[in-house]
């Protein structure tokens, strides 16, 4: 039986529900993503926006362009920057 920690750690912050009505999914795959200092927090706050954003590949890797993720609100003057790239991490 899994605990409520691993449940925590594995739940879905975001899905890109407006891809899924514009779009016809026919395959899904699942993507982690590099995060850096407070992008950590503000994702558990689900404070991210996937509208505009894609994936392309660079360098034999794959980026999400264009995703917003918002800058921690009790973060200092240290916060991320919200536009940046992400890198995703596929098996």
């Known amino acids: 039986m899994a605990s409520q920690e691993d449940d925590a750690r594995n739940r879905t912050i975001a899905v890109n529900r407006r891809a899924r009505h514009e779009y016809s999914i026919l395959e899904t795959v699942e993507a982690g993503l590099v995060l850096r200092g407070t992008e950590v927090k503000s ?28 800058p921690y609100s009790h973060g200092t003057d240290a916060n991320h920057d919200p536009e940046r790239d992400r890198k995703l991490l596929l098996k």
């Open 43 to 70: 994702l558990r706050d689900g404070q991210v926006n996937f509208k505009d954003s894609y994936a392309m590949v660079r360098n034999d890797e794959i980026w999400l362009m264009g995703c917003h993720v918002s």
